[in-house]
Structures are given as structure tokens and as C-alpha cells.
């Protein structure tokens, strides 16, 4: 089983930086491939970036591509999310989430565990 606790997120102003951090309990990280997911009320939850189990392979939502980074370190059990150039349509809960196989899925389903999320507001 693995825990995760997302950090990190916060108020902004557009055009600003955040970095969110999720840190995974378990000895089994590195079997997982992470992803970062958004959600705003009234929506459904969003695939942002994606990376695999060994960090080789990367995918973004189109709306984040050459804004926002996912990188993973297996060695302190950790998956973070570099966003720049932030913008009001940003504004979510953003959650972290495990899957268990090679690549990360951007079906919300294909994942078995989930962060409780941390919210990220982006003021105009």
C-alpha cells in the first residue's frame, strides 16, 4: 500500500511559479508510475502530467505542456510538479495519485491510490 501527502500549493499571482511536492509512504515507490490530477468543483478530476515508474517517460495535458514539469525522485520517495506561468484557469485542487504498471494512465480510474490534494488559486 502506498500513502501520499501533496504539499505546495498556494495562492498566486498569474504569471507566477509554484512547485508541488507529494511524498509517498512504502517501500514499493519505484513500482508505481505518479501522476498529478486537477479538480475544481462541479468537474471532473483532470490529468495534468504524468511520469513512468523509472522517470524515463513524461506526458502533460495539452493546457500545461511547456508550462508545467513532473519529475520523480525513487530514492526519497517523492513526485513533484514544477508549474511557471501560471494562470486563473489553473486554479484547482491538485491531487497526486499512483498507479501501479510502466506508464502513467490519464484515466483517473487507472489509479489506486490518491493524495487528499492541495489547493493552488491563481488571482488574475
Known amino acids: 500500500q502506498v500513502q501520499l501527502q501533496e504539499s505546495g500549493g498556494g495562492l498566486v499571482q498569474a504569471g507566477g511559479s509554484l512547485r508541488l511536492s507529494c511524498a509517498a509512504s512504502?517501500?514499493?515507490?519505484?513500482?508505481?508510475?505518479m501522476g498529478w490530477f486537477r479538480q475544481v468543483p462541479g468537474k471532473e478530476r483532470e490529468f495534468v502530467a504524468g511520469?513512468?515508474?523509472?522517470?524515463?517517460?513524461?506526458r502533460y495535458v495539452d493546457s500545461v505542456k511547456g508550462r508545467f514539469t513532473i519529475s520523480r525522485d525513487n530514492t526519497k520517495n517523492t513526485v513533484s510538479l514544477q508549474m511557471l506561468s501560471l494562470k486563473p484557469e489553473d486554479t484547482a485542487a491538485y491531487y497526486c495519485?499512483?498507479?501501479?504498471?510502466?506508464?502513467?494512465?490519464?484515466?483517473?480510474?487507472?489509479?489506486?491510490?490518491w493524495g487528499q490534494g492541495t489547493q493552488v488559486t491563481v488571482s488574475s
Open positions: 495519485a499512483a498507479s501501479r504498471g510502466l506508464r502513467a494512465p490519464m484515466s483517473p480510474r487507472s489509479y489506486d491510490y
Open positions: 512504502g517501500r514499493t515507490f519505484s513500482s508505481y508510475a
Open positions: 511520469i513512468s515508474l523509472n522517470g524515463g517517460s513524461t
